[in-house]
Every structure is written in structure tokens, then in C-alpha cells.
């Protein structure tokens, strides 16, 4: 089997999602690495995905994962373990709100999500030597982290989609320490924004900058992102791609990944924000996964150019 150039880690979740109509869709894939793999698939051949779910994983999902035509062998399903599932709320700003019946919030739920959370994945043969790995993660100390710095030692690429706490902040400080140890990180913008102590984006980007990494990329929903890039020493807005929104589920998710096979491709935080803009573009607009066909890729890359020059220096 050929060496796989780019893995995504992330969670699978079963959501159920309030829509910005006010109506309520049952049953989706979710979790963030299923979206995070999408948005790195667009843009590159060799993609493989490392996650957990349960054997009740129903087998839309199953099928909706294969369509996107990725090495999924580093997906492991326990017979003993059911799959997470959740609630999806929005704020005005498409932002994630909380509510009684959500993962974080049942006892059961939370049990059985540690218990999934605290199985190692083994890193099939093809795993071992990748360009770069993503991670989506609230868990500083969680095994993955430890095989990304690993693999970092070994020459690839980190990046990192950081969730912190922006309401209570409980995981900053681990997660924080953790963010100086990677390449690429790519914080929404409560957490950015929170942590830098400022609502100025170029601001946000010049104390994130200081951390550490080789690029930051920032998202902020509706407004864009903002993205430092390292090697130039540029800031720069990444306007959203133009589209009626739907759904914001895991655009966020969809959007870091695409950034870091930007960054892979072209050392430039303008291009590879892009990028990310561009595969967050075609989840935003719809309920639900697409599937990868040359067709989606080649209007990604139209998309791509002509959203290029939309970028402006901050």
C-alpha cells in the first residue's frame, strides 16, 4: 500500500442540528473529523483518517465516509463502546450554544465518550511516514497528541484545531502549552480573541504569532478569517467565500484542514487560508457531507482562483 501524505484526526459525533430556519435535522454525521476530512480531501490525493466511533454507527455513515474517497483504516469501531451523540445550536453568530440535552451534558453520554476518547488508535502501516497530520482536539493529554509529536520529530507537519473553552476557559492552560509544540494552528475566534485580550484581528493574529507556530489561521464564521503567515511575516483577511448559508456545522472544522494542505502546497498563509475558506464554502451551503467527485474539485479550484484576490493585507 502506498504511504498515506496526510492524516486528519477527529471525532465522530451523531448530531442533531437546529438549522438557521429554526428546523430541526436528525441523525447527521458529525464530530469534526468527518468535515475535517472533507476539507482536506478536496485539495489532496492522499488523505487518511484516524478515529473512533461504535459498531452502531449506522451504515448512511459508513457509506457517506467511503464516498469521500479516503484510507479510512485508521478508523476503529468497538462492539462495547456506543457512537457519541448531540445536539448542534447556534448563536446569531454562528457559534456553538450549549443546551441540557448535548453530549457535554449527559451522564451516560459522557462516560461512554471518555471510555471511546481513551483507546489508543494503532497507526496502520501506511500512517507511519505522513507530509503532516490535523488535529481536532479539547484534550491536551489524549494519546493522539503524543503519536502527532512523534511524527512531528519525525519531519511532519502539526497542525493544530484547538477547542478551548471560551466560556469557562478550563482547558486554556494545558491547551495553551500544547499550541507551542505545533506548526500550523488554526483557534476560532471567541478562543483567539478571548486569550489575546483584544477584539482587534490583527492584534489577535500578532500575539498568537508569538506562540510559535508557522502559521495561524483564525476563524470567524460569516466575517472570514484571518491568517499570519510565518515565513513573510504578513497578516492577512480571507473574506468567506459568498454563499447562502444553511448550516454551520463543521465548516470550522472543514476550513483547518484545508488550510493546512494550503500551507503544504504553497508556504503562504494568503493561499492557504484560501484554501480553507474555499472548502468551507461547500459545507456552509448545504445539510450534510457532499460527495468528493472530480466535478467538486475542479469548482473548488475555480473557486480558489477567484477568490485569491479578495484577500487584503491587515
Known amino acids: 500500500m502506498q504511504p498515506i501524505e496526510l492524516l486528519i484526526y477527529g471525532k465522530i459525533i451523531i448530531d442533531d442540528i437546529r438549522l438557521r430556519n429554526g428546523q430541526i435535522v436528525r441523525g447527521l454525521l458529525g464530530g469534526g473529523g468527518p468535515q475535517a476530512l472533507f476539507g ?9 483518517f484516524l478515529s473512533r466511533s461504535g459498531e452502531d454507527i449506522e451504515a448512511e455513515h459508513v457509506q457517506t465516509l467511503h464516498e469521500l474517497d479516503v484510507d479510512l483504516s485508521g478508523w476503529v469501531r468497538f462492539a462495547d463502546i456506543p457512537t457519541p451523540r448531540g445536539t448542534m445550536l447556534y448563536d446569531e453568530n454562528e457559534y456553538q450554544v450549549h443546551e441540557e440535552d448535548g453530549v457535554e451534558k449527559r451522564p451516560s453520554q459522557r462516560e ?3 471510555k471511546l476518547l481513551a483507546q489508543k488508535l494503532p497507526f496502520p502501516a501506511s500512517y507511519q511516514r505522513p507530509h503532516a497530520i490535523h488535529l481536532i482536539t479539547e484534550f491536551h493529554d489524549e494519546p493522539m497528541v503524543q503519536d502527532a509529536l512523534r ?8 497542525s493544530l484545531e484547538p477547542i478551548i473553552d471560551h466560556q469557562t476557559w478550563h482547558n486554556r492552560d494545558p491547551m495553551m502549552t500544547l499550541i507551542r509544540q505545533v506548526d500550523i ?3 476560532d ?4 480573541s478571548g486569550i489575546a485580550g483584544s477584539v482587534d484581528p490583527k ?3 500578532r500575539y498568537w504569532s508569538q506562540l510559535g507556530p508557522k502559521m495561524v489561521t483564525v476563524r470567524h464564521g460569516h466575517h ?3 491568517a499570519w503567515d510565518g515565513n513573510h511575516d504578513l497578516f492577512w483577511h480571507i473574506p468567506a467565500v459568498p454563499v447562502d448559508v444553511v448550516d454551520p456545522t463543521g ?3 472543514s476550513c483547518g484542514a484545508g488550510a493546512c494542505v494550503g500551507w503544504l502546497k504553497s508556504q503562504d498563509a494568503r493561499v492557504a487560508a484560501t484554501y480553507g475558506a474555499v472548502s468551507a464554502q461547500f459545507l456552509v451551503g448545504r445539510v450534510g457531507l457532499p460527495k468528493m467527485t472530480p466535478e467538486l474539485r475542479t469548482k473548488a479550484e475555480q473557486l480558489l482562483t477567484q477568490n485569491l484576490p479578495r484577500a487584503t493585507k491587515l
Not at 482536506?40 to 487518511?48: F, Q
Not at 511524527?151 to 502539526?158: E, S, T
Not at 475566534?189 to 483567539?192: I, L, Q, S, V, Y
Request: proline share 6%.
Open 40 to 48: 482536506a480531501r478536496l485539495w489532496h490525493d492522499s488523505v487518511g
Open 112 to 114: 461512554s465518550w471518555f
Open 151 to 158: 511524527l512531528r520529530q519525525q519531519g511532519a507537519l502539526f
Open 185 to 187: 494552528v488554526s483557534p
Open 189 to 192: 475566534w471567541p478562543t483567539a
Open 203 to 205: 492584534e489577535v493574529l
Open 224 to 226: 472570514g478569517a484571518y
Open 251 to 253: 465548516a470550522g472544522n
